[in-house]
């Protein structure tokens, strides 16, 4: 993994130096040495939300809110006893500031310490941030040109046409012979690198198409500024489409099962796609990918139902690929993808991402889940286990049980669910969040998130969004506010009340991420990152070995270099849940 090319760093570092210069900065007004005392969500607050700022230090006592215009002080408060950091040891405090309705932008102040990063106050405070995460997926579409006109300075040729994709030797079957060729085009490109994975690319899909089912009424306006926009379809689905479609290719139509990945035998370099020119490989097929795949065409099906007469056959063909994959799967309920044991088989290796996973129980649970809500044949469910007496998992791309759980909720009124295991589901939903709430009053940065340091694995900015889809999900149940408020909280968390200061979406924030492992942002020659991808966030783990880490404490551990690919890479499964949680959070502020 190589750093930014060094013209293409001294061309940003000079262009801040000038604006610098110009305006009479000090330092740059977002970038690694930054160190901002005062942290808060850099975007903004719903007039009736909580609004909070975390303040760093022992001494400050007191807080002012001001007008950022004018500098007038509308707010004057007290902050709270301090807070110690279970991480770092470092002390906060609290400034609340809930009382303030009015619409605004603002910044927090503390007289020794200085001011904070402005923000707003006013209703769809983050219409913009929601909007940014989906087209996010937009400048991820493989196969296709990125015109100026959709993508604006981030515009590029079509790369990875995959028209002419190769049968890896782990993938023979009847009728396709090693070094055959088929056609997988489309899709979107994982995360920094240029593959497209079965696996990763299931609960990508199916966290959005989750969002189309949960706030139907809110993504027909979900506006996003893509090729589709205005076909009659909301963005959200179309885009799920333009994957969908590439998923679509990847089953095998001797026998039904999936491929796992499409893939180069090894990554390219940091270059633009359409500079791509390695050969590209469909590999071994596998009971994870394929019943990954079961969830999202019986999802699919489901929902493209309703629009017969935009894409007509697309459900029928999606319910035809579902009964398939499930009917491969039982005959194969337990194929694994042990990456290095196909390597030793067969050639070329393959040393791209694995996406292995030991163990496929989980996805039989979401699986048999989407069939059943499909089909309401009771036979998907037999000999599923739920485990709804043992504690709820965060999804993850090698975990997705709980989005099982999510639909079996979802419909069971309506499928006449067995009450004993929906009763079950939704105390298991419950607890995890009620869970999540302990101690809330005692985080440094007021956070579900982060109270627990295994939160801080790879991709930490996902589970802190996925965290607040959980909230959210136990706010459905319960109708109590107190899970929205934490959900929000999350939201604060990435978009910059955390440990490092940074707003974690790209082209967001005061402090923003402007060097993430990310291809395109690398190659393209622009000083701005491609906007709307979720940076992964600390990761104490620091797999990546990157030179430039300023902490080793879990919270802090974090690097905007694009060398680092275990905190600053971003991935199409920690976007998917960025664009729920914020979309969903809009959609509650409509409600109201």
Known sequence: MKSMHPFFLFKYQFRLLIICAIFGLSQPISGQNVEEAIRLNQIGFYPNAQKIAVVLGEKETAFELKDAATGKTVFKGKLSEPRTNQHSGKISRIA??????????YVVEVPSLGKSAPFEIKNHVYKEVAAASLKGFYYQRASQELPEKFAGKWARPAGHPDNKVLIHASAVSNGRVENSVISSTRGWYDAGDYNKYIVNSGITTGTLLSLYEDYPSFCENFITNIPESNNGVPDLLDEALYNLRWMLTMQDPADGGVYHKLTNPRFDGMIMPDACKNPRYVVQKGTAATLDFVAVMAQSARIFKNFENKFPGLSDSCVTAAVKGWEWAKKNPAVLYHQDEMNKKFNPDVVTGAYGDRDVKDEWVWAAAEMYALT?????????????????????????????????????????????????????????????????????????????????????????????????????????????????????????????????????????????????????????????????????????????????????????????????????????????????????????
């Open 96 to 105: 609340d500031f809930s009382s303030i309705r009015k619409a605004g932008k």
């Open 376 to 592: 309401k044949k009771q036979d998907y469910l037999k000999d599923i286990n739920f485990n709804a007496d043992q504690p709820m998992p965060l999804p993850t791309w090698s975990q997705v049980k709980t989005l099982g759980y999510y639909t079996m909720i979802r419909f069971a009124e309506e499928l006449k669910t067995d009450p004993a295991l929906t009763n079950s589901l939704k105390k298991n939903i419950v607890a995890f969040a009620d869970n999540l709430l302990i101690d809330l009053e005692k985080q440094p940065y007021h956070t579900v998130m982060g109270k627990n340091a295994k939160d801080y694995s790879w991709g930490s900015s996902s589970v802190a969004a996925n965290q607040g889809i959980a909230l959210l999900y136990a706010f459905k149940l319960t109708k109590n506010a107190k899970y929205v408020q934490a959900a929000q909280g999350n939201l604060d968390y990435i978009l910059g009340r955390n440990a490092t200061g940074y707003c974690f979406l790209t082209g967001f924030g005061s402090k923003r991420v402007m060097h993430p492992h990310h291809r395109p942002s690398v190659a393209d020659g622009i000083a701005d990152p491609v906007p709307g991808l979720l940076s992964g966030g600390p990761n104490p783990a620091q797999q990546d070995k990157c030179t430039t880490y300023t902490s080793k404490f879990a919270d802090e551990s974090f690097t905007d270099d694009d060398c680092s690919y275990a905190s600053n890479e971003i991935a199409i499964n920690w976007n998917a849940p960025m664009v729920y949680l914020s979309a969903a959070l809009e959609a509650l502020s409509e409600m109201k």
